[in-house]
């Protein structure tokens, strides 16, 4: 393409004129559905988000603007259903909302997904806000919803079902939903459960799902033809990054037959390893109850001579519940999570530090995600490759065995006596209702949820990113893990408040820094999508 062609297209795109999805963002490019966005060019790292989700780069709805703004859009029906039409928002007639000031959410909100800046930084990737719109795309009479649970339970879970159907019903007058029974495979397996404000209205106070969970099944195609054959048209969808996954998957499937249906995700993952969003419901509640395990560990170890408290918390890939519980105890000793290597014998092990601590205090208390040190054990038990039916990987129970080691250490090689307590809370913590925080939390997730859906948004993820309620596509959620990043300030909190050695090399240090993207206060990896990068991108079309 010459570059009298690419002048033309820019001031055709960037013309007031061509305007994208509101009335001062600029778009790039036409998506064959007629959305605009920025093919391949999502800021931060979109080989890595198209890699891990397989999206097509001309699926991705990139909206920018003035300063070095960007818009990461989420799908809407009208993108591959034109001429839909739309209704007045009941909620104008909902007396709950005759207080409000705005009752509808401007359709130019959006949040960004960093706020730290700078003079002379631009303004980086947004999300669009959640909230109740002007107009929607369904009539109340003509909704049927359904809501399903999938993966391992947490708390919060009965919360969000509740305040769907709540929800849906006192705000926007919607009697007919259903309950998938038992995950996934409810669709096609299982019977369904009526839902109705009277039957969910005491389930908050109770741990677990009251619609059954399951890992796997997922067929695609006979969860769409039953969402089809049932007359479903609002699909809500509770579950972690794997169910997320799912779900943009049933979306795709269900925008390729052409079908009138939203298809929402609301993030639920107790370990809070879903990128993006602030926290996922449950690690609250998850936190405060492992420092009641931590306190009980505390307590045995100090009751006793060279007494070790040795607590296992949950964790596979993230650990974000052991840090968080230990800085709040402050009665840890020792953390160990799965980003963070660490190796037993020798100058500077984790050995080394427990005798040094017993030495000077008597007693110590270590804290333990389920992820950490997993590649030490499958190097005798050779347990990385199995999966569970989620896809997985099945770990090994790390901290039996690390408190065998332990034990067989001091008892053997240190002639030492010790008196190791070991404490798995793990089924306990995830059986329990959510706590205040949380409760409050999964209300406003569902209530997000049900109002994109009505709106007519699609394909997306109900999320709260820097404090804000929003509307995340799928590819953003799915596209990696959300871990501690053991090269910042938190982490080194945490060496700061227990005085524990981090148990890196010094290669291990140079080789983490190394790892972590170009600094920045706003984007993922340092550029910025002004009028320049768009020249670059669109010489490539």
Same mark, same amino acid.
């Not at 002379?120 to 806000?129: K, L």
């Given at each position: ?58 699926d991705m709805k990139i909206v920018t603007g003035e300063a070095g703004y960007v818009l990461e859009d989420v799908p809407h029906l ?141 067929d695609t195609t006979k969860i769409v033809d039953s969402i089809q054959d049932r007359g479903i048209n609002q699909v809500y969808i ?206 406003? +997730?569902?209530?997000?949820? &049900?109002?994109? %859906? ?6 997306? *993820?109900?999320? /709260?990113?820097? #404090? @804000? ?34 148990? +890196?090399?010094?290669?291990? &240090?140079?080789? %983490? ?6 600094? *920045?206060?706003? /984007?993922?990896? #340092? @550029? ?14």
């Amino acid at each position: 393409m010459d570059k009298t062609s690419i002048s033309s297209l820019n001031s055709h795109f960037l013309n007031p004129s061509v305007r994208g999805i509101s009335r001062k963002y600029s778009a790039v490019s036409f998506t064959s559905s007629g959305s605009r966005s920025v093919p391949g060019s999502r800021i931060g790292s979109p080989t890595r988000a198209m890699a891990s989700t397989n999206i097509n780069p001309s699926d991705m709805k990139i909206v920018t603007g003035e300063a070095g703004y960007v818009l990461e859009d989420v799908p809407h029906l009208r993108d591959y259903i034109p001429d839909l039409p739309t209704y007045p928002n009941p909620l104008q007639h909902n007396p709950a909302y005759s207080v409000v000031k705005q009752y509808f959410v401007d359709m130019d909100d959006s949040v960004p997904q960093k706020i730290v800046v700078h003079k002379d930084t631009a303004r980086g990737i947004h999300f669009r806000r959640a909230g109740p719109r002007q107009k929607v795309y369904f009539e109340s009479d003509e909704v049927h919803a359904c809501i399903v649970t999938c993966g391992g339970l947490c708390p919060g879970l009965n919360t969000v079902i509740r305040e769907l159907v709540c929800g849906l019903y006192h705000m926007y007058g919607v009697k007919r939903v259903l309950g998938i029974d038992g995950g996934y495979r409810g669709f096609y397996a299982r019977n369904t459960i009526p839902l109705t404000p009277k039957v969910v209205n005491d389930i908050h106070k109770r741990g677990g799902t009251i619609l059954g969970t399951s890992r796997g099944g997922h067929d695609t195609t006979k969860i769409v033809d039953s969402i089809q054959d049932r007359g479903i048209n609002q699909v809500y969808i509770i579950g972690g990054d794997g169910t997320q996954k799912g779900a943009s998957v049933i979306f795709e499937e269900v925008r390729r037959r052409g079908l009138k249906v939203a298809v929402v995700g609301i993030p639920k993952t107790i370990d809070n390893d879903i990128p993006v969003i602030d926290r996922s419901f449950g690690f609250d509640t998850a936190v405060e109850e492992a420092q009641r395990a931590i306190n009980a560990a505390h307590v045995e170890a100090e009751s006793i001579e060279n007494g070790i408290g040795f607590v296992k918390l949950m964790g596979r890939y993230s650990g974000f519940i052991a840090m968080h519980a230990t800085l709040a105890s402050r009665d840890v000793d020792c953390c160990l999570i799965p980003e963070s290597p660490f190796y037993l014998e020798g100058d500077g092990g984790l050995f080394e530090f427990i005798e040094k601590r017993l030495k000077e205090n008597g007693h110590m208390v270590i804290v333990m995600a389920e992820g950490a040190g997993q590649e030490l054990l499958s190097e005798s038990m050779n347990s990385m490759a199995k999966q569970d039916a989620s896809g997985n990987k099945l770990l090994q129970d790390v901290g039996l065995w690390m408190a065998q080691r332990i034990k067989d250490y001091f008892s053997k090689e240190k002639m030492m006596t010790i008196n190791l307590k070991y404490i798995d809370p793990t089924y306990m913590i995830r059986a329990i209702p959510g706590n205040a925080s949380d409760n409050v939390y999964c209300t406003v +997730l569902a209530q997000s949820a &049900v109002h994109g %859906a009505m709106a007519g948004f699609t394909g997306y *993820t109900s999320g /709260l990113v820097n #404090g @804000r309620q929003t509307y995340i596509p799928f590819y953003r959620i799915t596209e990696r893990q959300h871990q501690v990043v053991i090269t910042d300030r938190m982490w080194a909190r945490l060496l700061s408040s227990t005085n524990q050695p981090s148990f +890196l090399k010094a290669n291990d &240090v140079i080789n %983490a820094r190394k790892e972590e993207e170009p600094p *920045t206060q706003l /984007l993922d990896d #340092g @550029r910025c999508l002004d009028n320049n990068v768009l020249d670059k991108e669109i010489s490539h079309v």
